[in-house]
Structure formats: structure tokens, C-alpha cells
């Protein structure tokens, strides 16, 4: 921590500012139960206000369970019931598999834009927002959101595969409506959140990181200063190493698999 220079600690300040930005911009269901379970157990509410506080909570895990079901449950029953002619036809014209490439680039890109957008953003909370004892068990909301998501992309991209193959004599259109289906799969979490409630939990985690921030630093912090300590600049070092290597990985093994999904239609 000493050995840091001046240029490593500001550059270490503005990942954790562009990785905080990207918790208040990429809220999921989890991260609003996150948030919410956080306050209803800070707050001490009686009466009708109590009520519809645990009313609150049962609508959120209901909405919480159709999120991990789509996103897990519902590609890998797609992926383990289909039943494919072969692994690896290899049969369409070049113009079906220049579609199905360009589809398949695109499933890739998107879920490298969950890594540094959903994903970044709660596993931000994870590792700087959930280390005093008040939390409790909140940070499983994160556990699980962050395990739904990394299940959802394997399950998916199996699934999208078969689907293509199993689609790629048809038409077009299959082949589209394919590609939609498995990314609608993987968006399942921010489209259960609406307008009111994503507003509701940007609020609550720039308060939640404002509060932590003056708990570390004994002090009043500015709301643009990132304060700094040993700790946070070892777990920054960490985020920041796993998310370029999730992200270098993800690179490589979706090329690869849109370049042999291209292959095999």
C-alpha cells in the first residue's frame, strides 16, 4: 500500500468511480432485493407499514424466482431436451451461415457487455458495500444474482446452439427469433425491474455507498471522492484483475464457439 504511487492511486480511484457508476446504472431484481432487504432491516416499522413492508418482500422473491428460473433453469431444459440430427451437420448454404455468424457475434458481444455492466456493477456491491455486520445475509441476493448470471450465459449460448442447427434448414426467421430468445433469456433480471423500482434502487445504493464511505473514513466524504484504503485497493487490484481475465476468456471461447456454431450449421 505504501509502494503505491501517486499515478496507481488514481487510477485505482477511478475504477472503483467507474465501477460504482456502473452499480447505480445496472440495477437487477437482485440488486434492488439486495438494497431493500437492507433497509426494511435497519428500519423498525409497525402496523399497516410493517405489513406492507413483508407484503413487499414476498413480491420480490416471487419476482426474484421467476428471474432465476428463466435465466438457469429454463436454457438448460432447452439445451438437455433437444434432439439434433448430429453435432456437427455442417450443411446450410453460405449465406445462412454468414446470418448465423454475425447472430452468434452478437450473442457474444452482448455477454461481454454483461460483464462489465450487471455483473461489474454487483460484484462491486458484493465485494465494497457488504463488509459491516449490519448487512447480514442481504449480500445473498448478490450471491445469487451473480451465480444466475454466469449460469444464464453457459446455459444460453448451449442453448442457442442447438437452436441454430436445429433451425438452420427453415428460414431466417427461426434463426432470428433463436437469437432473441436466448438473449431475452439473459436480460430477464433487468426487465422484471420497472421504471419506479429501478429508480427506487439507484437511490438506495448511492445512499448505501455514501454511508459506507463515511464508516471507512470516520469523516464526511464528498460525494465525488473516492476514499482509499489498504483494503479497498486490494480488493480493486483483485476486481480488476478477474474481470480482464472473465473478460479475456469470454472473448476467446465466444469466438471460438461462434466460429464452429458457424461451422457446423
Known amino acids: 500500500w505504501e509502494e503505491m504511487d501517486q499515478a496507481t492511486v488514481n487510477k485505482t480511484r477511478d475504477s472503483i468511480r467507474l465501477w460504482a457508476g456502473t452499480a447505480k446504472a445496472s ?71 454468414f446470418v448465423g455468424c454475425f447472430l452468434a457475434l452478437y450473442f457474444v458481444v452482448l455477454t461481454s457487455g454483461m460483464c462489465v455492466g450487471k ?61 432473441l430468445s436466448m438473449q431475452f433469456v439473459l436480460d430477464v433480471d433487468q426487465n422484471l425491474l420497472c421504471c419506479s423500482w429501478n429508480a427506487v434502487t439507484k437511490t438506495r445504493v448511492e445512499a ?10 470516520d469523516s464526511v466524504v464528498e460525494d465525488d471522492e473516492v476514499f482509499l484504503n489498504e483494503a479497498m485497493a486490494k480488493r480493486a487490484r483483485l476486481m480488476g484483475v478477474a474481470e480482464s481475465i472473465s473478460l479475456l476468456i469470454i472473448g476467446v471461447l465466444g469466438t471460438v464457439w461462434a466460429a464452429f456454431l458457424t461451422y457446423c450449421m
Open 208 to 217: 448505501l455507498m455514501k454511508k459506507r464511505k463515511n464508516e471507512l473514513s
Open 119 to 179: 455483473l461489474r456493477g454487483m460484484i462491486f456491491l458484493r465485494m465494497f458495500c457488504t463488509g459491516q455486520d449490519e448487512v447480514g445475509f442481504a449480500h445473498l441476493f448478490l450471491d445469487l444474482g451473480i451465480l444466475s448470471n454466469v449460469v444464464s450465459m453457459g446455459a444460453a449460448a448451449a442453448a442457442q446452439y442447438q437452436l441454430f442447427l436445429r433451425n438452420a434448414n427453415k428460414d431466417y426467421f427461426s434463426l432470428l427469433i433463436g437469437s
Open 27 to 97: 440495477s437487477t431484481i437482485y440488486t434492488f432485493g439486495f438494497v431493500s432487504f437492507l433497509r426494511l432491516s435497519e428500519e423498525k416499522s409497525s402496523g399497516s407499514r410493517e405489513t406492507y413492508h413483508y407484503v413487499s418482500m414476498i413480491l420480490l422473491f416471487a419476482l426474484m424466482l421467476v428471474a432465476t428460473v428463466c435465466m438457469t433453469v429454463v436454457p438448460i431444459v432447452i439445451a438437455a431436451t433437444l434432439d439434433l440430427p448430429s453435432v456437427c451437420p455442417n450443411e446450410v448454404d453460405p449465406l445462412t451461415k
